[in-house]
């Protein structure tokens, strides 16, 4: 059988482009793939939300009892988080040195920490000093006139020894025989005192003068 096609019959296969044509339509797909991995139209939807940034670096344990940190309670004080139930005080500063030889502590302070960091695995310059600490919860000693903590600040009790001494007490305290004085004030110079001044006590910052009177009547 004749496979030929009369003149006025359609054909069967379609007719081959030429090769210019093809090479034309695969550059033109190659160009579209590579518009497409390069930069997506405005128009494209992703539904992948956005990726979140990577998380900062958390301050938590850089220095070791740093300022804002927390810390335990007991023979060995460690370094907790603040929201833990194991944290008992704060950081209020943390200074290098010795307490009598450094900064003074801010009059909040309820107690002094020793922090001696040694050792390779020591997280920062502040490898010894000395931290000062707040409670968590009352009892807060440094409070004026509760009679404890590290520093004696205005509104403090004190009893005055023959040594030239002098102790803190609570202002409350109703016991003991030895007299007592309040410090109502503090100055840069005894100069500065009230004339009924009983008693110059001496204290830390910059007005290192407390001016304290007999306390009567407790």
């Keep these: 059988m004749d496979e030929r096609t009369s003149p006025g019959a359609r054909s069967r296969r379609p007719a081959p482009l030429p090769a210019r044509v093809l090479l034309a339509v695969a550059t033109a797909v190659v160009a579209l793939l590579l518009t497409a991995c390069e930069a997506p139209g405005p128009t494209v939807a992703d539904d992948r939300g956005p990726v979140p940034a990577p998380p900062g670096p958390s301050p938590y344990g850089v220095v070791f009892l740093g300022p804002g940190d927390c810390s335990s309670r007991g023979p060995v004080i460690r370094e907790v988080f603040c929201r833990s139930e194991k944290a008992a005080a704060t950081v209020l500063a943390r ?39 707040r409670n968590l919860e009352p009892p807060h ?36 025989r030895a007299p007592r004085y309040r410090v109502e004030s503090a ?10 001044t009983d008693l110059f006590v001496s204290l830390r910052g910059e007005r290192p003068v407390g001016c304290a009177r007999r306390s009567t009547g407790w």
């Excluded at 010795?98 to 997280?123: I, K, N, Q, Y």
Aim: aromatic fraction near 2%; charged fraction near 20%.
């Design 141 to 176: 000693p440094g409070d004026p006139g509760q009679g404890g903590g590290p520093l004696t600040v205005v509104g403090d009790c004190v009893t005055a020894s023959r040594a030239g001494e002098v102790t803190e007490t609570a202002c409350a305290d109703a016991g003991g």
């Design 95 to 133: 200074h290098l040195g010795t307490p009598p030889s450094g900064p003074p502590c801010p009059d909040a302070t309820d107690f002094v920490l020793h922090v001696s960091e040694t050792g390779t695995g020591a997280r920062s310059r502040l490898t010894t000093g000395y931290a000062c600490m």
């Design 187 to 196: 100055v840069r110079r005894r100069a500065q005192c009230p004339d009924d």
